[in-house]
């Protein structure tokens, strides 16, 4: 039962019942126009029940809309509709059984019905039409006088009713049938248009007949046109010969319907280039399990393909330089070590010996490693500096011969050392170039020290440089131990010496070369190594663009200041090592030293004392070495004294720092003892 | 200083370093203490100065040219007379790196460098 025992209620909930609704939409009968097939059952039912009304009336919510309305008098017969108030039919939905009245004027249901004066509704027979197990409406026929309705006649109506019914469900049928085509004829061009965007092809095999359909795209995958058939052995024939297996095995084990077929493999097309193809499908079986066809895609990758390879030689080349990165930590760590060993060493004598012979050697021993610690951080400093592409050359028009021979002069100690001749065959006073003479001597220094360090003992070593043509041209030849062919492109590159499989015969970072190589590439130059093999010595050549001969060398004027042998030397650092170690220095040298830890300090003494010369470290805590020298410029005391910065950053623009903020001269660390005497001397050079 | 110079009296060290000034700052002290010392800076000559006077402990430099320090001491370990010679191994490079590729057996001792004196002296000391 209902909720309420009222059946107006209920009738009201079943008019406006959403899922009734939707029942009666899903015919799409509503407000279509009327058609014979329903007209005809209609017309059936009025004849042969003798009436002279018979409509297919459906009932939503705010109406009754007559699908087909046979003997209805006007207007209704054109609205085709009735309002609800004067609907019979919207009882039969409560109901869900026929309504059979023989005198509306006597009927409870309907006796107020405003159809009986306006319509002339006296006796009724109505059939509810359900579809979905909705009740819709109903197939009814009306007379304008009572009648008695028979068994005979009611069951009559009820047959055609079905025949109603069963026209609404083709009806609906063939709606969702036109439906179905027309979203498959999407799918089907929408699949078109992926396939193309996609650039994939489709393909189909049956496996009884083993004939292949493949689109043109699949063809094209494999390098053949349209019109070119593709069948299994063409298929098999266009897959690369080491791909082949694999597809074969992948192929037989997707027929068999063991798995689907998902495979990429290399085709050759005709032209003799090779692609890559990835194939996917699966198969279709028949009722008894057997596969009967198999279909799938088939796509181009070339593009992963080279997407992935690309990926994978970039891993590759990280990891190498990962590996070259802890290969030159590991170097450095060895390098950094040795001289460190032999300052230690130098040190422990120290401490236990007195004799001058030790103090001596000890003294001669930290120079000469400190030296060659100071080195080492250069080149480290330089490959940075290359690295970031921020070294500056200082250029000037200089005939190279000077630069040559200083730079056999540097390696002196080491070629005699190693008992080697130093050939020096120059055309003095004809290479001119444009170069920066300290890295020029840099370049010409790496290469004659390699030179002495891969030669056997007593080697002969060459130094040639002449102008060919519009190059100056330096050659550095030696006997030595030579270079593996197969080792000559590496040469210059950086780190080329570390190689894990020996160990390490000559010291240096194996970062020298590079060094070279860049610097003379910076002199737009170029350098080049050639060796008949190992064993057999090599030879280095530099080219350089000549320059043209300035016409007179101006001599550079050197402001000369008056300072007397004798110079008050004021050393301010807040590292007292540091300050105590150049005061016992330069008072060996004579001068009278003050000293002070911080700017405050400096500032003071330095307004009390009137010191010449002030050795000012830059990095000080609180009043930086910038704050002191700009105080000490404003002092009138100070005004004249030479101000000089020390420290530990050497590049162009630390020295434009510091000479914008008033300094004279700018010394690196460790501050070479040699400048420092030079700039104490009468005839020092200022900036 | 005596009674240790006594102790160290007569005992024959072999520095191989190609790096001279650590090679001879080492034999200085080690002379200054009374051992006696001789230095080489290649590997081969490490064999021909060993065959001529057996060493009683070799310092011996891995990153030796010529032959290394893991060639040179496999040679020791293969020959009748140098077989049993105390080598203390002084490489730049980590310990890791040096156990990784040295054989079981070659070396007696390693030190990275620096080498501390003072660790170092009590180690000749029981090599007496």
Same mark, same amino acid.
């Given at each position: ?33 009327? *058609?014979?097939?329903?007209? =005809? ?9 003798? /009436? ?85 409406? /109903? ?6 006088? +009572? ?38 004829? !999407? ?34 995958? $494999? ?46 097309? +005709? ?39 690309? #990926? ?22 060895? *390098? ?21 012979? $030790? ?21 480290? #400093? ?84 002449? =102008? !060919? ?20 492109? *590496? ?13 390490? /015969? ?50 550079? +004027? ?26 016992? #220095? ?93 700039? #104490?001397?009468?005839?020092? +050079?200022?900036? | ?128």
């Amino acid at each position: 039962m209902n909720s309420s025992d009222d059946p107006q209620d209920d009738l009201a909930a079943i008019l406006k019942d959403a899922t009734r609704l939707a029942a009666l939409a899903r015919t799409g009968l509503l407000d279509s126009p009327a *058609e014979p097939s329903f007209d =005809r059952l209609a017309r059936l039912a009025a004849n042969f029940l003798g /009436s002279p009304v018979a409509l297919v009336s459906l009932v939503d919510a705010e109406r009754q809309f007559f699908k087909s309305c046979i003997g209805l008098p006007e207007p209704w017969a054109s609205r085709r509709e009735a309002p609800l108030s004067h609907s019979f039919c919207k009882h039969v939905l409560a109901t869900r059984e026929p309504l059979v009245i023989n005198d509306a004027r006597l009927h409870p249901l309907v006796k107020d019905n405003p159809a009986i004066a306006d319509l002339s509704v006296i006796a009724y027979l109505g059939i509810p039409l359900a579809v979905d197990d909705q009740v819709i409406g /109903s197939f009814c026929v009306i007379d304008g006088n +009572p009648r008695s309705w028979t068994d005979d006649e009611i069951a009559l109506l009820r047959d055609l009713a079905e025949s109603v019914i069963t026209e609404i469900r083709l009806r609906s049928e063939r709606d969702q049938l036109v439906r179905q085509g027309e979203e498959l004829r !999407e799918t089907r061009s929408r699949l078109q248009f992926a396939l193309k965007s996609a650039r994939m092809g489709t393909w189909d095999w049956d496996l009884v007949t083993h004939v292949l359909a493949a689109s043109d795209t699949c063809k094209s995958n $494999h390098g053949l046109t349209s019109d070119e058939p593709f069948t299994y052995d063409g298929w098999a024939a266009a897959v690369l010969d080491i791909d082949r297996p694999a597809w074969r095995l992948a192929v037989a084990e997707a027929a068999a319907g063991n798995s689907d077929l998902n495979i990429e493999y290399r085709t050759r097309w +005709p032209d003799g280039s090779v692609h890559w193809v990835c194939v996917q499908g699966s198969c279709l079986r028949d009722t008894t399990g057997r596969t009967v066809s198999m279909s799938g895609v088939s796509f181009n990758v070339d593009d992963r393909k080279q997407a992935e390879h690309d #990926l994978q030689m970039l891993v590759e080349q990280l990891q190498e330089h990962d590996q070259q990165k802890n290969d030159f930590l590991a170097t450095l760590a060895h *390098e950094l070590r040795n001289p460190l060993a032999a300052i230690s060493n130098a040190v422990m004598l120290m401490s236990m010996s007195e004799a001058k012979e $030790h103090r001596d050697y000890s003294t001669e021993t930290i120079k000469r490693q400190s030296n060659h610690l100071s080195r080492l951080i250069d080149d480290l #400093l330089d490959i940075s500096r290359i690295n970031l592409g921020k070294i500056e050359l200082r250029r000037e028009i200089i005939d190279a011969t000077t630069i040559l021979d200083s730079a056999a002069q540097t390696v002196g100690t080491l070629v005699e050392g190693r008992k080697h001749t130093l050939d020096v065959a120059i055309d003095r006073g004809n290479l001119w170039v444009d170069a920066d003479p300290t890295r020029l001597e840099q370049v010409v220094v790496n290469l004659l020290t390699n030179a002495a360090k891969y030669s056997e003992n007593g080697g002969r070593i060459q130094l040639s440089a002449n =102008r !060919e043509d519009d190059m100056i041209v330096i050659r550095v030849k030696d006997a030595g131990i030579g270079i593996a062919p197969e080792k000559l492109p *590496e040469m210059f590159r950086l780190f080329n010496q570390i190689d894990h499989s020996s160990t390490r /015969s000559e010291g240096g970072l194996g970062i020298g070369l590079a060094i070279v190589k860049q610097l003379v590439e910076l002199h737009e130059g170029t350098i080049t190594a050639t060796s008949e093999g190992l064993g057999k010595g090599s030879e280095f050549t530099i080219r350089l663009p000549a320059a043209t001969r300035p016409a007179s060398t101006i001599p550079v +004027p050197t402001k000369a200041i008056d300072v007397k042998e004798k110079t008050q030397v004021l050393v301010v650092d807040d590292n007292v090592d540091t300050v105590q170690g150049m005061a016992i #220095l330069l008072n060996l040298a004579g001068h009278e030293v003050l000293t002070a830890h911080d700017g405050p300090t400096a500032i003071a003494v330095a307004r009390s004392c009137r010191p010449q010369v002030i050795l000012l470290d830059l990095g000080l805590p609180g009043m930086s070495g910038y704050d002191v020298a700009r105080h000490l410029r404003e002092e009138q005391a100070c005004k004249d004294a030479l101000i000089v910065a020390v420290s530990g950053y050497g590049q162009e623009e630390d020295r434009h720092r510091t000479e914008a903020a008033g300094f004279d001269h700018h010394l690196v660390k460790p501050v070479s003892y040699d400048e420092l005497f030079t700039l #104490l001397s009468p005839t020092r +050079p200022r900036y | 200083m005596e009674p240790l110079m006594e102790y160290f009296q007569r005992r024959y060290v072999l520095i191989a370093d190609d790096n001279i000034d650590l090679a001879t700052s080492l034999a200085i002290l080690l002379k200054l203490v009374g051992f006696e010392v001789e230095t080489v800076n290649n590997g081969r000559d490490v064999l021909t100065a060993a065959t001529n006077r057996r060493p009683d402990v070799l310092l011996l430099d891995i990153g030796l040219p010529g032959l290394d320090g893991y060639q040179v001491a496999r040679h020791f370990r293969n020959d009748d007379i140098l077989k049993d010679v105390f080598i203390i191994a002084i490489s730049g490079y980590s310990a890791d790196m040096f156990s990784a590729r040295s054989t079981p057996g070659d070396f007696d001792h390693y030190f990275t460098k620096p080498v501390d004196f003072n660790t170092l002296l009590p180690l000749l000391g029981k090599t007496a």
